[in-house]
């Protein structure tokens, strides 16, 4: 017996791991084997990587959860009964204190584009760190303005001023302020199930109560139906659902609106894509209205969807705001505010200022982001891989009655689990006990929805086939122990 098959077998006897479609070639294994070997008890396994984290000497995962529970909010929560404590990262993966490495197919929430720590990233940072940490707008400096200038050029239509800030929820909160200014009305439709962001304004826009405080928001919002192809009452039929926007303006409303906000596929909702037609449908009625229109991609922006640069593509509309974050800055605290020259104005009725927007080394940071995603073809890739891996998904969707729908594109997806196909009922705890065994796998996925019953598939967008197929292998096996 050879090493390798004597540690395999050792392996599989002492964890008693079952089940994997991920084996050696069985003709290999088989003829040194002094014993049969049932292949269905050996795990799937992750793609090899060349790369060694280095040692880890600071405080244990206990501790560090000791100090969080005295020093910070006890609001804050971390995944998993055993929470993993993470101390290095390198592209898709992700390693604990161990040196354990996880495949990350979640990106720290949909944040890191290029890949965690990619050296060109890196090194923009480094080198502008080294020559000057901070300035503000006040003074000149070519980073914030070469970044804005990239930025722009990514735009469709006349979205050629932006605006920098730190976050999602501060880009989005700026916008409706914008657009009350240029529209000189209050009224502001959104969705339900949305998530905006978590300031008093952007909770007020956002269509999920486990995200509002019970404290006076949302004055002059009004929350329309979800346009949700699975679950919604119209299905896929995008026009029909708009038809609740018309009325809406219509009786919550004096007749005008500021604006519409919408994700093109909704994030923390569960990966819901919008039904096809609803946001041209919207937008005409929105501006009918003398309203503007807001996308969110906080999410969905530079190609993630594969299909499109910018997730409002895919609906075939051009917004008057764009809102986005995360990863833009591939980890680093960056927003942005996209608009017209004409909406940009109104800004500057009064003195509006932002310390840290356009700060020189997020700004380069930045920018270095967009050159990767277009010198590694990144939007194509997430196309590629995308539609790989939704086909595995939908392949063991068919052996697996508790998926109820796979959905999204590119590297933006959702795995919606439910306990009975025709009444759609939520597998809440079936997704949380498939949540911890995939970890304990070795694969780090979301966990979102209004029923908490959503697994969000979003990974780093340098993400490839074998790991795709090492993930639905993971899911797959996990499913089977149910």
């Not at 996925?445 to 979003?458: C, S």
């Amino acid at each position: 017996m050879s090493g390798l098959t004597r540690f395999l077998v050792y392996g599989m006897r002492k964890r008693a791991f079952c089940l994997s479609q991920r084996l050696l070639p069985a003709s290999r294994s088989l003829s040194v084997a002094t014993e049969p070997v049932d292949y269905k008890h050996v795990l799937p396994q992750m793609p090899s990587f060349d790369y060694t984290p280095q040692p880890y000497s600071g405080p244990s995962a206990e501790e560090i959860l000791q100090l969080r529970k005295k020093h910070l909010s006890p609001a804050i929560f971390a995944f998993y009964k055993k929470p993993v404590h993470i101390v290095e990262g390198k592209m898709q993966y992700l390693f604990d204190e161990a040196g354990r490495r996880y495949l990350d197919a979640y990106a720290g929430i949909v944040t890191v584009s290029c890949g965690h720590c990619h050296p060109d990233v890196v090194e923009a940072i480094v080198r502008q760190t080294k020559l000057l940490q901070h300035t503000t707008t006040i003074y000149l400096h070519h980073a914030v303005a070469e970044y804005a200038e990239a930025l722009a050029k990514k735009m469709p239509g006349n979205l050629k001023v932006v605006y920098f800030v730190n976050s999602g929820t501060e880009a989005n909160d700026m916008a409706m302020m914008m657009a009350r200014l240029y529209t000189g009305n209050n009224d502001i439709i959104a969705l339900r199930n949305a998530y905006h962001g978590s300031s008093i304004a952007t909770m007020g826009i956002t269509g999920q109560h486990v995200f509002k405080h019970g404290v006076p928001q949302g004055f002059g919002v009004h929350h329309a139906v979800n346009p949700n192809p699975y679950r919604g009452e119209y299905g896929a039929d995008g026009r029909k659902y708009a038809e609740d926007v018309d009325s809406l303006i219509e009786t919550a409303t004096p007749g005008h609106v500021a604006g519409f906000f919408a994700e093109t596929i909704q994030g923390v909702g569960g990966t819901v894509e919008l039904a096809p037609g609803y946001l041209s449908a919207v937008y005409e009625s929105i501006r009918k209205a003398g309203g503007i229109c807001i996308a969110d991609e906080v999410q969905t922006a530079l190609g993630r969807t594969g299909s499109h640069y910018w997730g409002f593509e895919i609906q075939g509309v051009i917004p008057d705001i764009v809102t986005m974050a995360k990863g833009i800055g591939n980890g680093l605290p960056l927003g942005a505010v996209v608009t017209t020259p004409e909406i940009a104005s109104v800004l500057s009725r009064r003195i509006h200022f932002n310390t840290f927007g356009g700060n020189p080394v997020s700004a380069a940071g930045g920018h270095a982001v967009l050159k990767v995603l277009d010198k590694e073809k990144r939007q194509q890739h997430c196309a590629d891989v995308g539609t790989h891996l939704i086909k595995r998904l939908r392949n063991i969707q068919e052996k697996h009655d508790i998926i109820g729908d796979v959905r999204g594109r590119g590297f933006m997806i959702g795995v919606e689990l439910v306990t009975d196909r025709q009444t759609k009922t939520p597998a809440r705890a079936e997704t949380a006990d498939l949540f911890e065994k995939m970890k304990d796998l070795g694969v780090l996925v979301g966990k979102a929805g209004m029923y908490g019953n959503v697994f969000r598939i979003k990974p780093p967008m340098c993400f490839t086939k074998d790991d795709a197929d090492f993930l639905v292998d993971v899911m797959d096996y996990a499913m089977s122990k149910l």
